[in-house]
């Protein structure tokens, strides 16, 4: 397994500590300052069959994105965001010229009520590796 370091500022609006504000603690302030992304980073949400062949779960070919508005939370703890953090970064500085279509699979993902399954499927696209 090879390793690299990378230096990488962290941004925080405040100090990097979230404090409690107004009388009864009704709010707070200070949190992590959201990425600016553009049209860097997106999305698509499909619904899915199992296939009669092989029995995995596919989107239809060439079947529309599903329609509608959604919630995603995601919960994790300080140790659970830097791995995924880990991950993305590593993603980010990954050599995958090779295959201009670079992705991988998190099958089977399961949420923390056990009533949804997604799969996730991780895209890296072709770009100049900044």
Request: charged letters at 20%; a negative charge.
């Amino acid at each position: 397994m090879a390793s690299k370091i990378i230096g990488i500022e962290l941004r925080f609006d405040g100090d990097g500590t979230v404090r409690q504000v107004g009388e009864g603690g009704g709010g707070f302030l200070g949190g992590v300052s959201p990425p600016t992304l553009g049209q860097e980073i997106g999305y698509l949400l499909h619904s899915t069959s199992p296939d009669p062949e092989d029995g995995l779960l596919n989107p239809e070919p060439g079947g529309p994105s599903v329609e509608g508005t959604f919630q995603l939370n995601i919960f994790g703890t300080a140790h659970g965001f830097r791995e995924l953090g880990r991950y993305f970064l590593a993603l980010a500085e990954l050599d995958s010229s090779a295959d201009p279509e670079h992705h991988q699979h998190f099958d089977g993902v399961c949420s923390e009520d056990g009533r949804t399954v997604v799969d996730i499927i991780v895209r890296k696209g072709p770009g100049d590796g900044d």
